[in-house]
């Protein structure tokens, strides 16, 4: 092999640079309050290009979720984690138990909350991350001391390209 062949290898197989991996631990993750739900943000998109964000919440028992609503811009997913979790979409109901996906695509009304006596963990993806910012929002407007009504979630809603689905509410 010739010099030049060897250094050409040499470069190629060096590490390339490129984006920082992120490594979000257990006790890691920014975390957000709303009323009952804990959230976790696993992933606000600012390492996936702003294509994905993620992330972990507890319900706790007798949660009510949002009202019944439609994403303009972004899917949904929630992998149930542990619990169970009722999905409403539209006017089909779904109980959702440990391991089960549900994908939300956009436009599709849903909603959904914890019904039972024991908390539900869910793994929620937003692609892109759009609505990352809607939960920060929503902490916010609690810790400034303004009541988390079905009202003022619909109003921080409108901002990330989500309506509510009044035909289901």
């Known amino acids: 092999m010739t010099d030049e062949a060897k250094m050409s290898e040499a470069r190629t197989s060096e590490p390339q640079a490129g984006p920082d991996v992120s490594v979000v631990g257990p006790d890691d993750g920014e975390t957000i ?4 739900t804990r959230m976790r943000v696993l992933e606000d998109g600012s390492h996936t290009g702003h294509r994905l964000g ?13 009202p019944q609503h439609r994403h303009a811009q972004h899917d949904e997913g929630f992998y149930i984690i542990s619990g169970t979790v009722r999905f409403t979409v539209g006017d089909k109901v779904y109980d959702a138990t440990a391991g089960t996906f ?3 695509p956009p436009g599709t009304p849903h ?8 908390p539900a963990v869910m793994l929620s993806t937003f692609t892109p991350d759009l609505y990352v910012q809607y ?5 916010s407007m ?8 079905p009202q003022a979630a619909i109003h921080t809603m409108s901002r990330y390209a989500t309506e509510p689905a009044t035909d289901f509410a």
């Open 54 to 66: 993620m992330a972990e919440s507890v319900l706790a028992p007798h949660t009510d979720g949002p």
């Open 102 to 104: 549900v994908i939300v």
């Open 142 to 149: 609690t810790a400034e001391g303004t009541p988390l009504t």
């Open 111 to 118: 909603t959904f909350a914890n019904l039972t006596d024991q």
């Open 135 to 139: 939960f920060r929002d929503l902490q």
């Open 33 to 36: 309050v709303m009323g009952t």
